[in-house]
DNA sequence: GTGAATGCAAAACCTTTGCAACTGG
DNA sequence: CCAGTTGCAAAGGTTTTGCATTCAC
């Protein structure tokens, strides 16, 4: 269960915030992202959205994905060479990527962290966005 | 410039250091990486070697480049869709990608700066490697 | 000599593109 | 109606794979 309202109304209202039209195929999409604390790649949206609108295609998915995305409603994460994961998670956060069980887990942070962070840039370099990925393995039990 | 020799008989010190076969190819591929301070993709690294090397194959290149980052010799920087970029800096840092220029620049880090971005890590969480990658764009003259 | 590395070509993989048909406001 | 969106199929670019040949030790 997400942290957000997912039921139909409000998921278009969150579309219309964002000024872009509020499709059926956005609607879905969107929905079967925030309705899993995890980090999909297109393919399991994709997987996921058949089920409920079996017409949908893989390129539609993709280009709801990048729309999502620039409309800041949902985030991408990039590891490595391993295709691109979505995060329905808006809280600043880091990513950590357990080798174990190949799993993609956000880690909380401390308030402000985010800011605190863009001070070891130097002058002059305006900093839009910042990922935090962390590679390891996590012993079971933890999140 | 490197900081680092890169005259033969260091590199071939360097793969050996590292318990792997110092071929020929390896020896070029590390060459070149450490030759500049930039972050080329495999196919910038492949053009590189080739003008040294002009049999060298483009999976070779690959297999070496993935041989140098098991190593440590090199690292691997991921950013966005992008082709993964490789990176001769082995000192702690961040990477900060211009959007303007479509450049990656290196980051200095304060001393032990990836020591305490551990600790935001939950019990239980151990990780082997960090990424810390800024995205915006830097006025000229920085860097 | 032998296991490891190379070179080549083909395949795999993820993502984007072009375009005709459709649709939401 | 009309710009924007969809669905499909095909192309694109990066990375991997299979296998015969070659090489470092």
């Given at each position: 269960m997400a942290t957000t309202p997912k039921d139909h109304a409000a998921l278009l209202e969150k579309l219309r915030a964002c000024d872009v039209r509020p499709t059926p195929q956005r609607e879905v999409v969107l929905k079967v992202i925030l309705d899993k604390r995890d980090h999909p790649t297109a393919d399991e949206v994709f997987a996921r959205v058949k089920s409920q609108m079996?017409?949908?295609?893989l390129a539609t998915v993709y280009n709801c994905l990048d729309t999502l995305v620039q409309c800041g409603l949902v985030r991408q994460v990039n590891f490595e060479r391993a295709p691109t994961r979505y995060c329905p998670?808006?809280?600043e956060h880091a990513h950590f990527h357990d080798?174990?069980?190949g799993k993609i887990l956000d880690v909380e942070l401390p308030a402000d962290f985010m800011a605190r962070l863009r001070?070891?840039?130097?002058?002059g370099f305006d900093a839009s966005s910042i990922e935090l990925n962390f590679r390891g393995s996590a012993k079971p039990g933890a999140n």
């Open positions: 079996p017409t949908i295609s998670n808006l809280e080798e174990t069980t001070e070891v840039l130097p002058a």
